[in-house]
């Protein structure tokens, strides 16, 4: 972290973290106690198909207010319908983020498969002058301190 807060300092740039997460729509089946003869139920609307997935930016700058930049991505099961993010929806969201914080960003995120894929390569490469990318380790607790994990050696 410590060259990304320098790079941060350098370019006077927007230090910015993204995540990504995902929820399937399907509710989920349990058993519980009930009274003897009575069946507890919980009723739920519709068939509950699909997923929704949101991408989010945390975004830190001193002197600015912090900002919060993310996509929603929802699939409902229909044919030839997305089921996740694509290379491009990162690349927008990107861009996105570019036009919204008005100044160069100091990007870090994880090694998912599609921040590896040579079509948001070409966008990092393409847009070098406002955009550094840092890929964090696939594992690495000795990056946090409260987990307990020690470095390797």
Sequence with gaps: MAAGKSTTAECNAWIV??????????????????RIGQTPAVKVRGRGSGRVSIAGMACYKPGQRSRLIYAICEYRGRKDEPKGFSWRDFRDLIVRARIQLGGPIVLIWDNIRLHLTAGIRECIDANAEWLTVFQLPTYAPDLNPHSGGHPPG
């Design 17 to 34: 973290f993204e995540v990504e997460a995902g929820q399937s729509m399907t509710p989920p089946r349990a058993r519980t106690w009930g």
